[in-house]
């Protein structure tokens, strides 16, 4: 069974601070990871990794892939209190869709 | 960039009676659209697949006579909750892709159900 864990579950810090949100998986025929922001509603795109050690950046966001290691990071630096969120790792693997039970991150003022 | 829009945004229904959720991807051709189901305080599920003019592939666990999907055109697929009772009560969102499993995915912003 294709299995996601993402840790921690939830974290709390105070804004300027950097995070790191970690998503590990164990599945079968690998293809892809996503990263996703979900604030109130449904699940916004942050980045699609397919290839190991290739590092992809958007502003104050970076995620990278490890294949051999079976993870990804999403790092978020000086964090905003617009961060907030619920961080979502999906693996697609085979024909088949597998989402993390997400990051719960507040960042306080 | 992709719009997907839902409809509608929250719905109370009386149990026993059918509700049906659409979802329509607004500025691109949707090939394949995706059905989740997110408990509060947990992850997305996938429910379905539906491809263009094809019938729906189900998760395992997933009654396909009590969730009707419908994927009739390139911009709209309708799910419909049959005969709903309140443990069907759940938030459902809809995502929409332009190429199937490898490619990005838009969500739509969700529908609230409550089967009362």
């Known amino acids: 069974e294709d299995k996601v864990v993402q840790s921690p579950l939830s974290l709390v810090v105070h804004e300027g601070d950097t995070v790191t949100l970690n998503c590990s998986y164990e599945?079968?025929?690998?293809?892809?990871l996503l990263w996703y922001k979900q604030e109130k509603k449904a699940p916004t795109f942050l980045f699609m990794l397919?290839?190991?050690?290739i590092e992809k950046k958007s502003g104050r966001l970076s995620s990278i892939l490890d294949k051999k290691e079976l993870f990804s990071i999403l790092n978020i630096t000086a964090t905003q209190t617009g961060d907030s969120a619920i961080y979502l790792c999906?693996?697609?693997?085979?024909?088949?869709?597998?989402f993390g039970e997400g990051t719960q991150l507040t960042v306080n003022p | 960039g992709a719009v997907v829009s839902q409809h509608p945004s929250r719905v109370i229904c009386k149990s026993g009676t059918s509700v049906k959720i659409e979802c329509r991807s607004l500025?691109?051709?949707?090939?394949?659209m995706f059905w989740y189901r997110q408990f509060p305080k947990q992850s997305l599920m996938l429910m379905a697949t539906?491809?263009?003019?094809?019938?729906?592939?189900?998760e395992q666990g997933v009654e396909k006579d009590k969730f009707l999907i419908n994927h009739a055109s390139l911009t709209l697929s309708t799910l419909t909750v049959t005969s709903a009772h309140p443990e069907d009560s759940s938030f459902y969102i809809c995502?929409?892709?332009?190429?199937?499993?490898?490619?990005?995915?838009?969500f739509g912003p969700g529908t609230r159900l409550t089967v009362t």
């Open positions: 539906s491809n263009e003019g094809s019938k729906a592939t189900y």
């Open positions: 500025d691109f051709q949707a090939t394949t």
């Open positions: 995502s929409a892709s332009s190429g199937g499993f490898l490619y990005e995915q838009y």
């Open positions: 397919t290839s190991s050690g």
């Open positions: 599945v079968t025929n690998f293809r892809s």
């Open positions: 999906r693996v697609t693997s085979g024909s088949r869709l597998t």
